[in-house]
T-cell receptor, first 113, second 115 residues
Framework: AQSVTQLGSHVSVSEGALVLLRCNYSSSVPPYLFWYVQYPNQGLQLLLKYTSAATLVKGINGFEAEFKKSETSFHLTKPSAHMSDAAEYFC???????????FGAGTRLFVKA | EPEVTQTPSHQVTQMGQEVILRCVPI?????FYWYRQILGQKVEFLVS????????KSEIFDDQFSVERPDGSNFTLKIRSTKLEDSAMYFC?????????????FGPGTRLTVT
């Protein structure tokens, strides 16, 4: 069965610093992976998705993620954090049949001035 | 840009009462989903729905839950007799197709508080 594990429930960075949010997946088939962002009291917004076309995926708001099959990872990065990036980030994988999306536990990103 | 909408944004109900959460999926989408997120926890799949039938449901989706597409636009989640542990944010989602790679578009959620 597909699953994702997010390392670190909380990450704190300074404004302007690199953002790195870690996600490892487990899948019996080539996975389709997603990163979603949730701002306080709001819904889930898709940041980016990996569907096997390219290993480096660029998303909105300057985020990108690299699919590494050898490491079963799909870490999310942003070169320079902005205060507005403070939110909860969820890594997710589509299940084999595509019937549902399986979410990780989430990582809350704090950005310090 | 088309989006999924949900009403109400916040619902407060007493334990044992029935609640209906409403969603309007994106108009040309065919697949519909409900998820829930208990405060501070991960987003959990409840049910998927296609062609007026449930495609898949989780163990959370017991006999107290039901879904319906009563007309061509709305998609509803009913909880027959709410329990305290049903307090959560409920997200509706829709997608144009089903299968890996089809992203699901999520609504803003309904916060359900059971007292």
């Amino acid at each position: 069965a597909q699953s994702v594990t997010q390392l670190g429930s909380h990450v704190s960075v300074s404004e302007g610093a690199l953002v790195l949010l870690r996600c490892n997946y487990s899948s019996s088939v080539p996975p389709y992976l997603f990163w979603y962002v949730q701002y306080p009291n709001q819904g889930l917004q898709l940041l980016l998705k990996y569907t096997s076309a390219a290993t480096l995926v660029k998303g909105i708001n300057g985020f990108e993620a690299e699919f590494k099959k050898s490491e079963t990872s799909f870490h999310l990065t942003k070169p320079s954090a902005h205060m507005s990036d403070a939110a909860e980030y969820f890594c997710a994988v589509s299940d084999t049949g595509g019937f549902k999306t399986i979410f990780g536990a989430g990582t809350r990103l704090f950005v310090k001035a | 840009e088309p989006e999924v909408t949900q009403t109400p944004s916040h619902q407060v109900t007493q334990m044992g009462q029935e609640v209906i959460l409403r969603c309007v999926p994106i108009s040309n989408h065919l697949y519909f989903y409900w998820y829930r997120q208990i405060l501070g926890q991960k987003v959990e799949f409840l049910v998927s729905f296609y062609n007026n039938e449930i495609s898949e449901k989780s163990e959370i989706f017991d006999d107290q839950f039901s879904v319906e597409r009563p007309d061509g636009s709305n998609f509803t989640l009913k909880i027959r007799s709410t329990k305290l542990e049903d307090s959560a944010m409920y997200f509706c989602a829709s997608s144009p197709g089903q299968g890996q790679g089809y992203e699901q578009y999520f609504g803003p959620g309904t916060r359900l508080t059971v007292t």
